[in-house]
């Protein structure tokens, strides 16, 4: 009898990746599985490369990824945070733009780098 095959991850635990397009340069962002929606390791940004986009098939341009941020932090859980929903929703939104504009100056380096 064979082992039973475990099924992939599902749901804040799936390692998500994404290509945005920015301006200045494509960027892969990475979303770390095990960080809450709130944390300072929650997305990582690597350069669009052969081997970084490998298995991506969509692209997203940087103003429809942004509309995606605040799902992304939801999705990854603000369970911690024990302040009022109004407080709590002011910092996703502040979070949401944190990120974005830390995906700016990544892609703006990588531009640069590339000249």
Partial sequence: MSEPVEPPPQGPSEVRRYLVKTN?????VVVNAAAGGLDDDLF???AADAENVAGLTMATPLT??????????EL????EFGGSAKLLEMLVKEKA???????ERFAQELAAAAE
């Fill in 64 to 73: 429809a990824f942004a509309a995606k941020v605040v799902d992304l932090i």
């Fill in 44 to 46: 990582s940004f690597e």
């Fill in 76 to 79: 990854q859980g603000t369970d």
């Fill in 24 to 28: 200045q340069a494509d960027v892969v």
């Fill in 97 to 103: 733009t944190f990120e974005l504009r830390r995906l």
